[in-house]
C-alpha cells in the first residue's frame, strides 16, 4: 500500500522523507485512487532518493501524477551513500530537482568515456543515454573516480568510485582480509559501484560486479532490465540481467524474466519480444528465461540481488516454466500410455 507513505506525509505536514527509485515508482503505478481529496504533498520540501539508481524518467512520472496534490518536483534530492560511509556521501542541492546528465549511448558503452549530448541532437543518429546527478560529496569528505591501476580520472571517464571522509569505517568487524579489499593503498573506500565525474557533480552508473561486458561493449544491466520491463505483460521488478562463461562460447548475457502467462504461445511471444526488446536496446542477443513469479531474490532493502538471482541459474535451481511444463506432459503422457 504505497499510497499510505504519502496520505501519512500529508496528514503529519512531513517535509522531509527519503525512498529508492522503486518507492516513487510503486505510488505512481497505483496513482492518486481516488485519494487526491485525501492528500495535500504542498509541504513536503526534501523528496530524496537514494538506495539504488535514481531514474529520472519515474520522478518525471510521480512529479506529473502527484502535482495535483501540491507536490514540487524541485523537492527531489537525488543522493549517493553506502554503510561503509555512515551513510551519506553527496548531496545534490537543495531546492533544484533532478540535474540530467544524458550521453552519446554509442561511445559510453564502446569506450567508458562519455560524452555529452544536448537535447534536441537525436536526430544525428546518435542514441543517448540519460544519468542523474547526485551532486557534491558532504563536508569534509571527497569523492574520486580512479582507474583499475588506482590512478585518478578526469571528467566525464567512467572508472571506480573512491571515497574518503571522517564518516567512513575503519575495517569490517573482525575481517582484516574483507577490509583490506576495499580500501585503496592511500586509504580511500572502493566502493565497488562505477561512475564519473562533471563539473564536480556524481554521476554514478552501475555496480562494477553486474558489468556486462560483451565483445569489448559495456552493457548496464539496468539498462535491459527497465526496458523489458516496459513491455506489456511485465512488471517492475520481473527482471534480472547478467552474464555467465558458457563453454566455448564465452560471455553470455542471460535475462530472467517472471512470467505470470499461462497459454505456451502467449509465453514464447513474450520470449521472443524481451529477446528483440533486448537487441535494441544494446545491440546484443540474449538467452530469456522464463520463470514462475517470486524466483527472483531482493536485498532486505528491497534492490535486486543479481549475484544471487546469477549462483540460482549457474546451480539450476532457476529453470524455464517452458521445461517444467515439459516435464509435466512427458510424465503424464508416459503414464498414460502405461495403462496407471
Known amino acids: 500500500r504505497p499510497l499510505t507513505w504519502l496520505k501519512l506525509m500529508s496528514r503529519y505536514g512531513g517535509t522531509i522523507s527519503f525512498s529508492p527509485t522503486f518507492g516513487y515508482e510503486l505510488c505512481v503505478r497505483r496513482g492518486l485512487n481516488g485519494s487526491a481529496k485525501e492528500i495535500d504533498l504542498g509541504r513536503w520540501r526534501v523528496a530524496g532518493i537514494g538506495g539504488d539508481m535514481v531514474r529520472a524518467d519515474i520522478l518525471h512520472s510521480f512529479a506529473e501524477t502527484f502535482g495535483v496534490a501540491g507536490f514540487s518536483p524541485k523537492a527531489f534530492l537525488p543522493s549517493y551513500g553506502?554503510?561503509?560511509?555512515?551513510?551519506?556521501?553527496a548531496f545534490a542541492p537543495l531546492d533544484t530537482g533532478i540535474e540530467i546528465d544524458r550521453v552519446?549511448?554509442?561511445?559510453?558503452?564502446?569506450?567508458?568515456?562519455?560524452?555529452?549530448?544536448?537535447?534536441?541532437?537525436?536526430?544525428s543518429g546518435r542514441s543517448a543515454r540519460s544519468f542523474v546527478s547526485?551532486?557534491?560529496?558532504?563536508?569534509?569528505?571527497?569523492?574520486?573516480i580512479r582507474s583499475e591501476k588506482n590512478d585518478r580520472l578526469p571528467d566525464h571517464h567512467v572508472g571506480r568510485i573512491v571515497v574518503r571522509g571522517p564518516s567512513v569505517m575503519e575495517g569490517y568487524f573482525d575481517d582484516p582480509a574483507a577490509t583490506e579489499a576495499v580500501k585503496t593503498e592511500d586509504g580511500w573506500l572502493?566502493?565497488?559501484?562505477?561512475?564519473?565525474?562533471?563539473?564536480?557533480?556524481?554521476?554514478?552508473t552501475g555496480r562494477r560486479k553486474d558489468l556486462v561486458i560483451l565483445n569489448g561493449r559495456n552493457i548496464w544491466p539496468q539498462d535491459v532490465e527497465w526496458a523489458v520491463e516496459?513491455?506489456?505483460?511485465?512488471?517492475?521488478?520481473?527482471?534480472?540481467?547478467?552474464?555467465?562463461?558458457?563453454g566455448d562460447v564465452g560471455e553470455q548475457m542471460v535475462v530472467i524474466?517472471?512470467?505470470?502467462?499461462?497459454?505456451a504461445a502467449a509465453r514464447e511471444q513474450l520470449r521472443k519480444q524481451a529477446a528483440a526488446t533486448v537487441r535494441t536496446t544494446c545491440g546484443a542477443d540474449c538467452r530469456v528465461v522464463?520463470?514462475?513469479?517470486?524466483?527472483?531474490?531482493?536485498?532486505?532493502?528491497?534492490?535486486?540481488?543479481?549475484?544471487?538471482?546469477?549462483?540460482?541459474?549457474?546451480?539450476?535451481?532457476?529453470?524455464?516454466?517452458?521445461?517444467?511444463?515439459?516435464?509435466?506432459?512427458?510424465?503424464?503422457?508416459?503414464?498414460?500410455?502405461?495403462?496407471d
Do not use: W
Open 82 to 89: 553506502l554503510a561503509e560511509s555512515t551513510l551519506a556521501v
Open 104 to 123: 552519446d549511448q554509442g561511445r559510453y558503452a564502446g569506450n567508458g568515456i562519455v560524452t555529452p549530448v544536448k537535447r534536441g541532437l537525436n536526430g
Open 134 to 144: 547526485c551532486g557534491t560529496a558532504v563536508p569534509d569528505h571527497a569523492v574520486e
Open 190 to 204: 572502493d566502493t565497488g559501484d562505477l561512475g564519473y565525474m562533471s563539473g564536480g557533480n556524481l554521476i554514478v
Open 230 to 246: 516496459a513491455l506489456q505483460d511485465v512488471r517492475a521488478g520481473d527482471v534480472a540481467c547478467f552474464s555467465v562463461i558458457e
Open 257 to 263: 524474466l517472471q512470467c505470470r502467462l499461462h497459454d
Open 290 to 339: 522464463l520463470v514462475p513469479p517470486k524466483t527472483l531474490k531482493f536485498t532486505s532493502s528491497g534492490k535486486l540481488s543479481r549475484s544471487a538471482v546469477r549462483q540460482d541459474y549457474l546451480t539450476g535451481e532457476i529453470a524455464d516454466v517452458s521445461h517444467s511444463i515439459n516435464k509435466v506432459s512427458s510424465a503424464v503422457s508416459a503414464s498414460s500410455q502405461s495403462g
